[in-house]
């Protein structure tokens, strides 16, 4: 079992920035894949970042550039920097972990970009 927390929501205007964390706990080994998706009112959960294996990261082509996707491994922590936040990134944010052919996602939190 794996447990994710995310934290680090919140409501900022245009052009601002905010770091999301996801704090990991439980079997955190064999992990294949881990990354953040995002959910709109009225629209289907999406891709924003996602690591495959240890090393490669895809980005949606939305976010490509704004956002980047790291983690703490001493404190089983993964992050999302999202920087000249537009309306359109207003959402909840997801973290993702696969695990031992399993998904895994954390509750969510609110980000609300706005003037």
């Known amino acids: 079992q794996v447990n994710l927390v995310e934290s680090g929501g919140g409501s900022v205007q245009p052009g601002g920035s905010l770091r999301l964390s996801c704090a990991a706990s439980?079997?955190?080994?064999?992990?294949?894949?881990m990354g953040w998706y995002r959910q709109a009112p009225g629209k289907e959960r999406e891709l924003v970042a996602l690591?495959?294996?240890?090393?490669?990261?895809n980005y949606a082509d939305s976010v490509r550039g704004r956002f980047t996707i790291s983690r703490d491994n001493a404190k089983n922590t993964m992050y999302l920097q999202m920087n000249s936040l537009k309306p359109e990134d207003t959402a909840v944010y997801y973290c993702?972990?696969?695990?031992?052919?399993?998904?895994?996602w954390g509750q969510g939190t609110q980000v609300t970009v706005s003037s």
């Open positions: 439980g079997s955190i080994f064999s992990i294949n894949g």
């Open positions: 690591v495959i294996g240890t090393d490669t990261i």
């Open positions: 993702y972990v696969r695990a031992k052919l399993r998904n895994y």
